[in-house]
Structure formats: C-alpha cells, structure tokens
C-alpha cells in the first residue's frame, strides 16, 4: 500500500516531456497534488494526484520534474490514469 507524503494537495511546478511526430516537446504548470511513495518492480516511485484544472496534454508526459522539499524529483511516467473525479493519476519511477 502507498504512503502518503503529502495527504492534502500541494502547489508543485511540474515540467514534463512528451514525445510528438517532430520531436519532444517540454511543457511546465503549476499543479495542485496530493503525493504517496511507492515502490515500483523493487524501484523507488512516488503517485501524483493532480487535481483539476489539468494542464493541456499531461497525460501523454512521458517524464516529469518538479522539486519537492527543496529536493528535485525526476521520474519516468509508468502509467497515467484519468479518474473520474477529473483528477489525474500519475505513476512514476524516480530516477
């Protein structure tokens, strides 16, 4: 089961990148999210929640970083999950 590290949501500055037919295009938004750390296949992983409103085109990230506590935080986006409260559920294996 996830641990929550941040159980109500928070203001993070996320920049990802996503694959397009002309290359990778990198994107930043602020977000509201809700936290939990995970361990993914023996990995170390963390699950963001974003919460409405989303930014364009953020579940097709494919990376993510953001900086959290003062520690900046890179993973690869394991599986995204629209839910149906229209918040996005986020997998990520940190790097």
């Not at 949501?9 to 602020?30: H, K, N």
């Not at 919460?51 to 364009?56: H, R, V, Y």
């Not at 999950?81 to 918040?87: A, E, I, L, N």
């Amino acid at each position: 089961m996830p641990a929550a590290i941040s159980p109500r949501p928070q203001t993070l500055q996320i920049d990802f990148t996503r694959d397009t037919l002309f290359g990778v295009s990198t994107q930043s938004a602020e977000c509201q999210v809700q936290l939990e750390a995970l361990n993914i296949n023996g990995q170390p992983g963390i699950q963001l929640q974003v919460t409405p409103p989303l930014p364009p085109r953020l579940e097709h990230a494919h990376t993510l970083v953001f900086i959290w506590r003062g520690h900046t935080c890179r993973g690869i986006v394991q599986s995204s999950r629209q839910c149906h409260d229209g918040s996005l559920q986020l997998r990520l294996e940190l790097q």
